[in-house]
């Protein structure tokens, strides 16, 4: 098993900064990559960003140029560093993670408890 912990959720300004970051622990040597999710009440959930061991990323249209996700493989991490925050990115946030690219965009097999990211004035 793998267990995820976000942090780093909060209220924020439009146009303001926020990082994410998510602790990876238990059978690490099964994930080659991890990615970061978000849901609204009522909407399904959608992928953000993800990234493999080797650093390859993709991302959502609507987060390109905004957000940069990154990863530790030495620690473990990941990270979300998000900018030019709107609105609209208010969401639970989740962190997930998978053996392939592949699984982690279409279907993560372990998640994270999720940390709230509310964007307002």
């Known amino acids: 098993q793998v267990q995820l912990v976000e942090s780093g959720g909060g209220l924020v300004q439009p146009g303001g900064s926020l990082r994410l970051s998510c602790a990876a622990s238990g059978r690490i040597l099964s994930i080659n990559a991890m990615a970061w999710y978000r849901q609204v009440p009522g909407k399904e959930r959608e992928l953000v960003a993800g990234i493999t061991s080797g650093g390859s990323t993709n991302y959502a249209d609507s987060v390109k140029g905004r957000f940069t996700i990154s990863r530790d493989n030495a620690k473990n991490t990941v990270s979300l560093q998000m900018t030019s925050l709107k609105p609209e990115d208010t969401a639970v946030y989740y962190c997930?993670?998978?053996?392939?690219?592949?699984?982690?965009?279409?279907?993560?097999?372990?998640w994270g408890q999720g940390t709230q990211v509310t964007v307002a004035s």
């Open positions: 997930a993670a998978a053996d392939s690219i592949w699984s982690v965009v279409t279907a993560p097999r372990y």
